[in-house]
């Protein structure tokens, strides 16, 4: 059977992860997807498999989105490595308080990554994505003496990265965009800090 021309899967696995990244991998159902990318099961089936894969194609595309969305501010070519780490942040913090959904990588860890060898490949995947790039800003930073010689670039990134989920769990509980700001602010200070 052909495919309807106005079938664009990018569009659908679009619909399907705002769909995941709501309510779960488990609370949602074939219908919800099926009413959410506007197709009928068998379509979904098709172009899609199942649930399963659908979801590890979300997850991709969801750590892909975000590790474009860093790398945006790589090409900020006046910015000195370090300088660019700090916008990064900046980045990071004025879309908690934009977009106030859990992390769907963090919430996906907790609810699949334990028992679920792909959904943590793919996790994994994002996140040394990310970590790769803070890690070569800070290496960066210390070569140009941005940073002090006693810092360690890949545990910087490491801690950055786990403060990004600690954050955006941080404004979920109790919606402080200040006490966010206070956070990164802290952070920042430490990466500029001899100590």
């Known amino acids: ?13 679009a619909k399907a992860l705002d ?15 099926v009413e959410a990318m506007q197709i009928n099961r068998s379509s979904l089936y098709n172009s899609f498999g199942d649930k399963h894969n659908l979801f ?11 590790a474009k969305d860093y790398e945006s501010v790589l090409t900020l070519k006046e910015l000195s490595p370090l300088e660019t780490m700090e916008k ?23 609810e699949l990554a334990g028992d679920d060898d792909e959904v943590r490949r793919v996790i994994k995947t994002a996140s040394d994505r990310t970590i790769g790039i803070f890690t070569d800003l800070l290496r960066r930073a ?51 800090s001899p100590f």
């Open 1 to 13: 059977m052909a495919r309807d021309k106005d079938f664009i899967p990018e569009e659908k696995i």
């Open 19 to 33: 769909v995941f990244w709501e309510k779960g991998y488990n609370a949602t159902s074939m219908q919800d997807l």
């Open 56 to 66: 590890l194609e979300c997850l991709r595309t969801y750590g892909y989105l975000a």
């Open 88 to 110: 990064i942040i900046d980045v990071y913090v004025a879309g908690i308080v934009y977009d106030c959904k859990c992390c769907m990588g963090m919430k996906s860890s907790f």
């Open 142 to 192: 210390k070569e140009q003496g941005e940073l002090s010689d006693d810092k360690e670039p890949a545990v910087l990134a490491h801690i950055i990265f786990n403060g990004f989920c600690g954050w955006k769990q941080s404004y979920l509980q109790f919606k402080d965009a200040n006490l966010v700001k206070k956070m990164a602010g802290y952070t920042k200070l430490h990466l500029k």
